[in-house]
């Protein structure tokens, strides 16, 4: 079988806010910049990984969901609590110095974790988890 990741979804909702994060903070390119009923989506990835991306979408754009729902969604956005992506570095405290110097909301500093990675943790600005592992 041949699965590959081409994209996963994490909300924002401030467009401007999300890009200057994942384009300025994370090194990120914007691949695409859509509008539509006042919405906007953005499609950012890794320069070196055409093929991989994120795409940060409104939350409130399901159709399928309640306004009870979208009024969770907003919660535990501001919480922190909705969604979270995992990341790798090669080095994971270089990486944390460059997106601290971008003033991240940072969740925690590079640590050497008891189940055998090291990592560190940012906030995007809407609350996302954005976690930074270690690789070889």
């Known amino acids: 079988m041949d699965i590959t990741i081409q994209s996963s979804f994490l909300p924002q909702d401030d467009p401007e806010a999300a890009l200057a994060f994942y384009r300025d903070a994370l090194g990120f390119e914007l691949r695409k910049d859509v509008g539509f009923n006042g919405m906007r989506w953005l499609t ?9 991306s994120i795409v940060l979408h409104p939350p409130a754009a399901d159709p399928g969901i309640t306004d009870d729902e979208r009024r969770t969604i907003a919660e535990m956005m501001a919480k922190g609590t909705y969604a979270s992506i995992l990341l790798a570095t090669k080095d994971v405290d270089a990486t944390f110095e460059k997106v601290q110097a971008t003033n991240a909301e940072v969740v925690q500093e590079p640590t050497d974790q008891p189940y055998g990675v090291r990592d560190c943790a940012f906030r995007d600005p809407a609350g996302n988890m954005v976690r930074i592992q270690q690789v070889s």
Do not use: L
């Open 44 to 52: 950012v990835g890794p320069v070196d990984q055409p093929g991989t």
